[in-house]
């Protein structure tokens, strides 16, 4: 059988679907089942509170509240700042749509920051050539489980007294020289969507929060405003009276939410975070194998990872430098239709996108970012690949540059 473009495919070769990237386990699943068995309340309950003080102490943080996912957290945290007219956040143009539309939302004018050429994420000289006496806050993303350049972007945000969230929705578990990300910031995200590195049955996200004031607000803030009454004599005597716990208490006049994590998923992390440091390892050791088998391949390139960095390899994404004039669109052309590989691209820079440019967001001035991502793409990529797809993957992606660098060079 030939593919639609007469080209013959391997039998045995079948694009993975879009999925998780490691199937739920017996034990995910038992712990599930307990919870729901259980006929204990399913919201804000004995999970939620266990969920949290385990992925605190497993960050090396405080504070962390279990959400409905991350772009909520997000936008918990970008309320509870509250942005002014005119205040500036400074957010990576190479990042998921939740770090910039969030901040949009609450309000919150956005300057992109270029990327580091060899790091990915924020530069760090960008960020300080971006600030002004407007820029109020920044968003820096781990993005694909590669740290930001902390060492060097925490003395600028200082100096500049800008309020930190760290985006750690791709980057659990990642960290510098033993310090975890989601630990430097005055808020931090993570997400567990299904495609994440742990994932809660489908959605969820935790939120750090540094402050002991914001700590003291985002539990009642996340769930209607509620929270436990105080057993005084009166109170105990008239115990029905007033029956609604979420609108007496006076929150600075801001307006609560729902973004609960339901206790089902609660059990399902308690259960993932046992192994995500499994997890991790293996992710790490099979993006090592395709870097490997790419050192005798100069046309590939990848984000350089210093010492003491840990990179959880959420994804991967890797740079095509150019084979005779011919570039990423000319090289995925071959590797999709005579392969039949899937190999995307991410992510587009958000300023292109038109809700950005609409609403005020497309002014940039990013050069690297433009340049790079014209030849980046990413690596097809899920938990336990097999020995024989990777090998396909990478034989086919070399075999492709070998034939852009056989024909004649492109005008
Ligand atoms: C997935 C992701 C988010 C949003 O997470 P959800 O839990 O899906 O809302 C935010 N930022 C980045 C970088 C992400 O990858």
């Known amino acids: 059988m030939k593919n639609e473009y007469g080209y013959q495919i391997p039998e045995n070769y079948k694009p993975s679907p879009y999925g998780h990237l490691f199937p739920y386990g017996e034990d995910d699943i038992q712990a599930v089942v ?38 909520n957290c997000l936008q918990m945290a970008a309320y509870l700042i509250g942005f002014e007219p005119g205040d500036e956040v400074i957010v990576p143009g190479y990042t998921f749509v939740s770090s910039a539309s969030t901040m949009a939302k609450a309000g919150a004018k956005i300057v992109w920051g270029d990327m580091d050429p060899d790091n990915w994420n924020l530069s760090p000289a960008d960020l300080e050539r971006k600030i002004t006496p407007k820029t109020k806050a920044v968003v820096v993303v781990h993005l694909l489980g590669m740290p930001a350049k ?83 004599p009166e109170r105990k005597a008239r115990y029905w009276y007033p029956a609604m716990s979420c609108v007496d208490f006076d929150r600075e006049g801001l307006w609560p939410c729902n973004y609960s994590m339901p206790e089902p998923a609660c059990a399902c992390g308690v259960s993932q975070l046992n192994k995500v440091e499994a997890i991790s390892e293996s992710l790490l050791a099979q993006g090592m194998k395709i870097r490997n088998a790419f050192e005798d391949t100069p046309e590939i390139t990848f984000c350089s990872i210093p010492e003491g960095v840990r990179h959880v390899h959420h994804q991967f994404v890797l740079h ?45 001035d990013c050069p690297v970012l433009d340049a790079w991502w014209d030849n980046s793409f990413s690596f097809p990529w899920w938990g336990n690949m097999s020995e024989s797809d990777m090998n396909y993957f990478i034989t086919c992606t070399k075999a492709a540059i070998a034939e852009l660098k056989a024909r004649a060079p492109k005008a």
């Open 150 to 232: 902390m060492d060097e972007l925490m003395p600028i945000i200082r100096k500049h007294n800008l309020i930190l969230i760290e985006d750690c929705a791709q980057a659990i578990g990642a960290s510098i020289n033993g310090r975890k990300v989601g630990s430097y910031g005055d808020f931090a995200c993570f997400s567990f969507h299904t495609a994440k590195n742990i994932t809660t049955l489908g959605e969820g996200g935790m939120l750090v929060v540094r402050d002991k004031k914001y700590a003291d607000m985002v539990a009642g803030m996340r769930f209607v405003g509620t929270h436990p009454y105080e057993e005084t």
């Open 320 to 364: 095509f430098e150019g084979a005779n004039g011919y570039d990423r669109n000319d090289l995925l052309d071959i590797t999709t239709k005579k392969y039949g590989i899937r190999n995307i691209v991410q992510y587009y820079p958000l300023y292109r996108y038109p809700l950005f440019v609409r609403s005020g967001f497309g002014d940039h």
């Open 34 to 71: 307990d919870c729901m068995r259980a006929n204990a309340t399913l919201s804000n309950g004995v999970h939620m509170a266990e969920f949290e003080k385990k992925f605190a102490a497993y960050i090396g943080v405080e504070h962390a509240f279990a959400m409905d996912n991350a772009t």
